[in-house]
């Protein structure tokens, strides 16, 4: 109802019909209404870790009859986390005991180990539900590994993109901390293997971070309960 009123006092209820329900089920009504499939699709179900709130499970459940495969445009058109090792130490671990906390703020770069790396992407055009990345880094100074940051970039087109590792958004920074720090010295490598299964809701993220090859610690980050 909120979003109809919304049409009407924008004045364009003679172009916008508002259909509520689960894509699934709704499918044919939409298609009837647009007479013929979608070739634009608009969501915003990305999280602080970008495919947590279940957008690659949601664009890929999408039913074949209402999007036009060949062609259609999705916007945003990828959604992408980056992560970096950092030394943060916080007076709690998170809310309620949790190895991530959730910071507004960008991540600083005053608490990186290491340049970002490109953690997963959600891509409309190439969803992968099953995603495995690892990376290294090696430590240009003496420092303490307590974790890791993670932050959002969303693509929206070819032009436009919002980049939450440099300007402040409604998005949260992810500070997924190792249940104990590690000392690093120059020259030391670390290492980060994540893997995520996004066919599932909530989806878990699982970071098992090493230290010159040695286990440093596994961190496991899903949507806060609400």
Excluded: Y
Aim: glycine letters at 8%; proline letters at 7%.
């Amino acid at each position: 109802d909120r979003a109809r009123a919304a049409v009407a006092a924008a004045g364009v209820a003679h172009v916008v019909t508002v259909v509520t329900g689960h894509s699934s089920e709704v499918a044919g009504t939409i298609v009837s209404v647009l007479g013929g499939p979608a070739d634009l699709v608009v969501s915003e179900i990305v999280g602080d870790l970008a495919s947590e709130e279940g957008m690659a499970a949601t664009l890929a459940q999408l039913p074949a009859t209402l999007v036009a495969k060949a062609g259609a445009w999705s916007v945003p058109a990828r959604a992408e986390t980056w992560v970096a090792p950092a030394n943060l130490r916080l007076p709690a671990a998170g809310d309620g005991g949790s190895s991530d906390v959730r910071l507004p703020m960008v991540p600083p770069p005053a608490t990186l180990l290491g340049d970002r790396r490109l953690l997963e992407c959600v891509d409309a055009n190439n969803l992968r539900l099953e995603q495995r990345t690892e990376h290294a880094w090696t430590v240009a100074a003496p420092s303490t590994l307590t974790g890791f940051f993670c932050a959002p970039k969303i693509v929206l087109d070819r032009e436009d993109a919002i980049d939450c590792w440099t300007e402040a958004t409604s998005w949260r920074s992810v500070l997924c901390l190792l249940d104990e720090p590690v000392l690093v010295e120059a020259g030391d490598e670390v290492g980060l293997s994540a893997t995520a299964d996004l066919r599932r809701f909530p989806v878990v993220h699982a970071l098992a971070a090493t230290v010159n090859g040695k286990p440093a610690g596994t961190v496991v980050v899903k949507l806060p309960d609400s």
